[in-house]
Each structure stands twice: as C-alpha cells, then as structure tokens.
C-alpha cells in the first residue's frame, strides 16, 4: 500500500511539473537533500526513461548532469546504485542480442562513466566490433572517451582515421559550448568560456599523445601549433612531442 501511495504521488507530481525538466531536476536534488531518498531514486529513473519526451533539449543534461545528481544519491542509498546498474546491464544486453539504435550505446557508456566503470564499454564496444564492425563505428563516438582515457590506441588507430578530422570535431565542440544562452548573465558566460577551454586542451591533449604513440608526428606538430593559436595554454605549449613509454 506504502508503495502504491508512492508511485501516485510520484505519477501526480510527474504530470504537473513534467513539462520543466531543469525544474523536475531540481526539486528532485532537492528531496535529496530532505532524505527522501526512494522517492528521489524513482525520480532520477523516470528522468532517465521519459525526460527526452517532454524536452529534448535535455539530451545533454540527461547523459551529464541527471545521472551525476543520481549517481550522488548512490553513493548513499544502495537502492540506487542498485537501479543504476540494473538500468546500464538491461540496455548492454538489449545492444549485444538485438539491432538496438546505436543511441543506447550512448547511455552504457554514460552510464559506466558515472559508475566508474568504463572498461565495461570498452569490453561492449569490442564485442560489437567483433561482430558488426559498421555498427561498431556509428557506437564509436560515444566509445571515445572511455577508449582515450584507457589509452587503448590499438583500437583507436582503427576508427580515428585522419587525426585532423578528430582534431575538427574538438574546436566545433568548443564552438558549440561558446553558444550563447537567454539565460546567460557575465559569470554564467565566464563559467562556460573556462569550461570550453579547460575541455578543449584536455581533449586536444590526449590526440596528441594519440598521434605520437602512431608515430605520426606532423600531425601532431600542426595540432599543437593550431591548438595554442586557439587557446594559448601552459599544457599545450608544454606537451612533449614524444613517443610516450608503454
């Protein structure tokens, strides 16, 4: 009976403020903070299962912010940990037995992100490869990061392509992260401009050390030189250009 009460104040309270999801968001941190904890965990699941249907600008929020605030309670509340993870092994096992969009790749790697534990989409991404290598390739973008931050530059080496056009996609991300916003007051601008930048070094960064470990130096040399006429940073200027030791 407990339960039923709760899942109609939860379908209640979906239904009259489900139209706002930054707001849905915070109220739900909010009971967080109030130690309303199961009630918050349904909350954070629904988010992950509906939020797209009634904004899909949030599909940014949902795959960052939404699953960190979930993660936190978590880390307090084993339910949600548990729910987190039951979520993340229904939809590996929906992408290795069946033609699942490609976009469930990105919530697994999202997810094994938040959970720290993102060998298991490198481990999922490598199953694919093994049997739908065009498959493998549309997943590979949400597989990056993961694989980058593993350092597993024999697997990069064979869906980056021409590094350059890696290099591409970080400055248009970088543009696209200096779009402005209604919303936007001079910290609000400051706070995304320091976070763009800081994003686009370390990204920036890590092609190329990528770049090296192929021994493809030119490349290298034209990203560093492009990247600190960018963004003039210590790191970029201090990057060593050599072939880093395994």
């Keep these: 009976m407990k339960n039923l009460l709760i899942l109609i104040a939860l379908l209640i309270s979906i239904s009259s ?5 930054q707001k849905y968001l915070t109220e739900t941190k909010e009971m967080v903070q109030q130690k ?18 009634y904004d899909a600008a949030m599909v940014g929020v949902r795959s960052s912010f939404a699953l960190s605030y979930w993660k936190s309670l978590a880390d307090i509340y084993p339910p949600a940990m548990a729910a987190m ?22 919530d697994v790697a999202s997810l094994n ?14 199953k694919i490869d093994s049997t739908d290598h065009n498959k493998a390739s549309k997943c590979f973008h949400y597989a ?8 597993r ?15 591409q996609e970080i400055k248009d991300e970088r543009s696209l992260l200096f779009r402005p916003y209604k919303s936007d007051d001079t910290y ?41 006429q960018i963004v003039n940073d210590n790191r970029l200027r201090d990057i060593e250009m050599l072939k880093e030791k395994s």
Aim: charge should be neutral; avoid cysteine.
């Design 188 to 228: 609000a601008v400051n706070m995304r401009k320091r976070y763009a930048d800081n994003n686009f070094v370390e990204k920036t960064l890590r092609l190329i050390k990528f770049t090296l470990a192929v021994d493809d130096y030119e490349s290298a040399k034209k990203i560093k030189s492009e990247a600190i």
């Design 85 to 106: 993870k039951e979520m993340r092994d229904k939809k590996t096992n929906q992408l290795i037995d069946s033609i699942a969009s490609v976009k469930l790749f990105s």
């Design 144 to 151: 990056k990061n993961a694989l980058f931050n593993a350092k």
């Design 113 to 126: 992100r938040e959970l720290n534990e993102e060998q298991k989409t490198i481990s999922l991404f490598e």
């Design 153 to 167: 530059y024999d697997i990069l080496r064979n869906f980056i392509g021409n590094p350059m056009n890696e290099f």
């Design 17 to 21: 403020i489900a139209q706002d999801m």
């Design 36 to 53: 309303k904890y199961q009630e918050a965990n349904e909350r954070y699941e629904w988010f992950q299962n509906h939020a797209l249907e």
